[in-house]
């Protein structure tokens, strides 16, 4: 459990060294947000995943790496996460902004998740793999994300209602339905 702050992948670090490619923009110094943005944050994303398989023991070449493999990432991951998700009996399970500090671990936002996937399956064909063997497409990863989704919805009292299974919801905080954008982790600016 060693929270290694090295280089936390999903961040917006300017450590791309590779040259950003495609259309090769003479002035790349505009500050605008660029619709070049998603593809620049796909390739750093595409780099870190093939960082991870670099160092993955036993080694582990794309063409092996399965859904289980995309699980074993995003668990990595977690460790750089901002986002504070409540154990069910922290006193503060089912609360968006807890008044105080609370020893629940920080993991990655569920939209983060949700769009790095989107990201690496995309480079994925793009760098070549067949769609048929897309581990980011597997079953377990949709799935996994599903999961987190509900979990990080209980937990942080949001709800996410898009298609939500009908189901006998226990005493827990219940009321504190509110829409929130999953994205911005605002709300975990606090510092452990
Ligand atoms: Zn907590």
């Given at each position: 459990?060693?929270t ?10 300017p450590?791309?060294s590779?040259?950003?490619g495609?259309?090769?923009g003479?002035?790349?110094s ?36 399965s ?11 977690d ?6 998700v ?18 629940c671990?920080?993991r990655?936002?569920w939209?983060s998740?949700d769009?790095l996937i ?7 064909e ?12 597997a ?17 942080r ?5 898009k ?28 510092a452990?």
């Amino acid at each position: 459990m060693d929270t290694n702050p090295d280089s936390p992948p999903s961040d917006t670090s300017p450590n791309a060294s590779s040259c950003p490619g495609g259309t090769g923009g003479a002035s790349s110094s505009s500050s605008a947000p660029s619709p070049s943005r998603y593809e620049a944050q796909k390739r750093r994303d595409w780099n870190t995943f093939g960082q991870y398989l670099k160092n993955h023991r036993p080694p582990l070449s794309l063409s092996r790496c399965s859904g289980a493999h995309v699980l074993e990432f995003l668990r990595y991951l977690d460790q750089f996460g901002k986002t504070k998700v409540h154990a069910q009996m922290c006193p503060f399970f089912g609360h968006p902004n807890p008044p105080a500090p609370c020893p629940c671990p920080l993991r990655q936002a569920w939209g983060s998740l949700d769009a790095l996937i989107g990201r690496l399956r995309a480079a994925y064909e793009e760098n070549g793999g067949k769609p048929e063997a897309n581990p980011f497409g597997a079953r377990a990863v949709r799935l996994y994300l599903r999961e987190v989704r509900e979990l990080q919805a209980k937990a942080r009292g949001i709800s996410y209602e898009k298609k939500k299974r009908k189901k006998p919801s226990q005493g827990g905080g219940g009321g504190s339905l509110q829409e929130h954008q999953p994205q911005t982790s605002s709300s975990s600016a606090g510092a452990t």
